[in-house]
């Protein structure tokens, strides 16, 4: 069946950077439009960064914007988020997901879920 396992999360202090990545398995990754979502204790789930089949056109969440770069690579069935400049609201279990539309905004949209990772920025 069809995987996405993400990895890189962890506890960081205000101002630093972390790497996550999410693999997907089972299917043909370049199928998909890709995105980040994440989620803050006791919140929904919000829109963080999307990145089309091919690699253009990111789209960001306007609290991201500058900070963070979404990126994929489909020879190796992977899509990062490379988050620089971290803050204390950063703090979220953070997923990634997969639809076969275009960068959507909505978590509705999305027909393949990761498990989600833990990132803790510490002021």
């Known amino acids: 069946q069809v995987q996405l396992v993400e990895s890189g999360g962890g506890q960081v202090q205000a101002g630093g950077s972390l790497r996550l990545s999410c693999v997907m398995s089972?299917?043909?990754?370049?199928?998909?439009?890709m995105t980040w979502f994440r989620q803050k204790s006791g919140l929904e789930r919000e829109f963080v960064a999307g990145?089309?089949?091919?690699?253009?056109?990111?789209l960001y969440a306007d609290a991201v914007m500058g900070r963070f770069t979404i990126s994929r690579d489909n020879a190796e069935n992977t899509v990062y988020l490379q988050m620089n400049r971290l803050r204390p609201d950063d703090t979220a279990v953070y997923f990634c997901?997969?639809?076969?539309?275009?960068?959507?905004?909505?978590?509705?949209?999305?027909?393949?879920w990761g498990q989600g990772t833990q990132v803790t920025v510490s002021s």
């Open positions: 997901a997969a639809t076969f539309m275009g960068t959507s905004k909505s978590p509705e949209d999305y027909i393949r």
């Open positions: 089972g299917d043909t990754f370049s199928k998909y439009t």
């Open positions: 990145i089309v089949r091919t690699g253009g056109s990111p």
